[in-house]
């Protein structure tokens, strides 16, 4: 049996040994360890590459949001909290669910059931945690059909949605999967399993159709780096 590796943090010690004490009764998940802070838990993540966190939301320093922000690769997340405002956020984001405190064994019980089968749906996706403005998204990179360049943010386009990232398009190529994503131009890049048609315009230029509407030009540099991956 795979089982869900899984780390705890929150700042109180008693909370992270009620989490731990419910766990016992589930053969499937491990505990991977725990942390009592973001910078700790920043650290324990990259080690252990967790498939799961219990997190608490408000926690001295940096908050839970704050921690998944700083993440490349956020994983799949239960939000613990005593703050019942708190949980409109957690809603918000898209969390698995949100447990507060004291932790019910019965609440407990559902927020395992969800993990399970959303872990088990998502074992592959790759997501960040993003604040724009005073909203919470978990994006899901697969979903990302456009990112444009804007100052020192990208814009990324998912869904209806246009989140902004405080990231240049410089330090997202470098991260990004250049199987999956191509920089078109110097101010736009393209998830290349949204590309519909490709075209040859006036003046020889190379444009992209995308699924989800919009024509997009190639440079003459990039157009030859993209025929000789094989997509034209």
């Known amino acids: 049996m795979k089982k869900i590796k899984t780390i705890i943090i929150d700042d109180e010690r008693n909370a992270r040994e009620e989490i731990k004490r419910l766990l016992d009764d589930y053969d499937d998940f491990e505990i991977a360890g725990e942390a009592k802070n973001a910078d700790e838990a920043k650290l324990l993540i990259e080690l252990s590459k967790p498939e799961l966190l219990f997190l608490d939301i408000q926690m001295p ?5 704050e921690l998944l922000e700083s993440l490349e690769k956020v994983p799949q997340v239960i939000f613990i909290t005593a ?3 708190y949980a409109v956020k957690a809603f918000e984001v898209s ?3 949100y447990l ?3 932790v019910r064994e019965e609440r407990f019980a559902k927020a395992v059931a969800q993990a399970r089968l959303k872990i088990a749906n998502t074992a592959t996706e790759s997501r960040i945690f993003v604040k724009d403005r005073q909203q919470y998204h978990f994006i899901n990179w697969a979903e990302v059909y456009l990112i444009e360049s804007m ?3 990208a814009r990324l386009y998912v869904d209806d949605r246009k989140v902004f990232l405080k990231s240049s398009l410089n330090q997202l190529e470098k991260k990004l999967d250049e199987a999956v994503f191509f920089r078109i131009n110097r101010a ?3 998830n290349r399993h949204f590309i519909d048609k490709v075209s ?3 003046g020889g230029r190379m444009k992209i159709n995308l699924k989800t ?3 997009f030009e190639v440079s003459e540099r990039q157009a030859v780096k993209f025929k000789n991956m094989g997509r034209a």
């Open 61 to 65: 320093e940096r908050s839970g949001f």
């Open 83 to 85: 703050f019942d405002h």
């Open 95 to 97: 969390a698995i669910d």
């Open 100 to 102: 507060m405190k004291p």
């Open 151 to 153: 100052d020192n943010y």
């Open 188 to 190: 736009q890049i393209i």
């Open 200 to 202: 040859i315009g006036l």
């Open 213 to 215: 509407g919009g024509v």
